[in-house]
């Protein structure tokens, strides 16, 4: 049963209404207070309209749903989030959670807050909030609901051991989906003709601590993992693991590539980079990521590995997203980097980049076009550069 993840529409306001109400009522209510839920607790399509809400839906039935917006320069409020007591117990909470941690880091919020559910802390808990403070329940006298927060954490760090082995197993996603799969990347081929489905490499687990990451890969064909990027990757095992290449001039300032119309990410910002593919294989069976990135930078850029001067390693975690990024010093100045990249890109058949940006302090990070990961690793590095000065 494929699980997609969306946009609301205005027109899911009674199906999401339906969700929470039956997701309240699971929690042990009397008759009376369930009463009370019916009568007041609705989904509007003004909220809707007003807020961020995303959709979990399952066979194409709404079956969980999360809403959120700004709560101040710093916090996300977690207004909503409910699931179905028929599919409770299978991580949609959980995963809902992680895509409103997405959406605070993408904002440059670092706080989440909600007010609970008497009933529901001991699950926010487990999902590392905190209880701030209390407020009296409305609908059980006498008790109190807790006000709840969680602090997100840097999400760059300088790597300092990489490892990556390929698993022999398929890929779940896949083989789960295969007809939709197939269904899905035909529409997108006649959006996108140039569109190829290749075979690609997925992060399906890995270890984080110190420094150093150890993960495994497993090998899909590319129109399994662009399905499952677009469907809002809807599956908590998976992550989509590539490699970037920062390139920083000689005044200290980062390039990044605006990519054009013929590509599947049009009009986004980020570094030099792309999926990991089979040929990025050893023979012994690891990952040469950084061999990975240095093909990306030949074939975006033109520049070649006796051009650069390679820099620190850091790892970007953006949700379902996490970036290698090789840091790569070049001893020329920005505007004829760019002039120079753009030339390749304009002679090259692929033509991936429509422009080249030049960041050069915090400030040039604002375009929301710029990815979030990229963002991050910009901001990491000229803080960096800004404590140095």
């Known amino acids: 049963m494929p699980l997609k993840l969306r946009r609301a529409l205005r027109s899911d306001a009674e199906a999401l209404t339906d969700i929470m109400q039956r997701s309240k009522a699971s929690w042990g209510y009397t008759p ?17 309209a007003g807020q961020h809400v995303i959709v979990a839906e399952r066979d194409g039935q709404p079956v969980a749903y999360l809403a959120v917006e700004p709560m101040d320069a710093e916090t996300l409020l977690i207004d909503h989030i409910f699931v179905c007591p028929d599919h409770q117990g299978n ?4 995963l809902l959670l992680l895509r409103a941690e997405d959406h605070a880091r993408q904002h440059r919020l670092s706080r989440l807050y909600l007010i609970s559910d008497v009933h ?24 109190f609901a807790p006000e709840m927060e969680k602090r997100l954490k840097p999400n760059v760090h300088e790597l300092q051991d990489l490892s990556l082995t390929v698993s022999e197993d398929g890929w779940a996603f896949e083989t789960q989906n295969k007809a939709e799969i197939d269904t899905y990347f035909k529409a997108a081929q006649q959006r996108i003709p140039l569109l190829w489905n290749g075979r690609t490499l997925k992060l399906t687990g890995y270890a984080f601590a110190d420094g150093r990451f150890h993960g495994t890969c497993t090998e899909c064909s590319y129109a399994a993992f662009l399905t499952w990027r677009d469907w809002g990757a809807p599956d908590l095992t998976t992550h989509n693991l590539f490699g970037s ?28 980079g792309g999926n ?14 950084r061999g990975a990135i240095y093909r990306e930078l030949q074939e975006e850029t033109g520049l070649q590995r006796n051009d650069v001067v390679p820099g620190s ?14 840091v790569f010093d070049i001893h020329r100045p920005a505007d004829e980097l760019r002039t120079s990249i753009l030339t390749h890109s304009e002679a090259s058949e692929e033509q991936e980049l429509s422009d080249v940006r030049i960041i ?6 604002n375009d929301p076009a710029i990815v979030p990961y990229a963002r991050y690793c910009a901001l990491h590095l000229l803080e960096k550069a800004s404590a140095k000065a």
Do not use: C, N, W
């Open 32 to 48: 009376e207070q369930a009463a009370l839920i019916k009568q007041h607790d609705h989904v509007t399509r003004d909220q809707i």
């Open 91 to 94: 991580g949609l909470g959980k």
């Open 120 to 143: 529901a802390g001991s699950f926010y808990e487990k999902h590392g909030f905190e209880t701030v403070g209390t407020i009296p329940s409305k609908l059980v006298p006498g008790h």
């Open 245 to 272: 290449a920062i390139l920083r001039s000689k005044e200290g300032h980062l390039l990044f590539g605006v990519m054009s119309e013929r590509t599947a990410t049009a009009g986004q910002i980020y570094p030099p």
């Open 276 to 289: 990991l593919d089979p040929d990025d294989v050893t023979a012994g069976g690891s990952v040469d990521v």
């Open 313 to 326: 390693l850091l790892v970007a975690f953006d949700g379902p997203r996490i970036s290698i990024a090789q």
């Open 360 to 365: 050069r302090s915090p400030a040039d990070l």
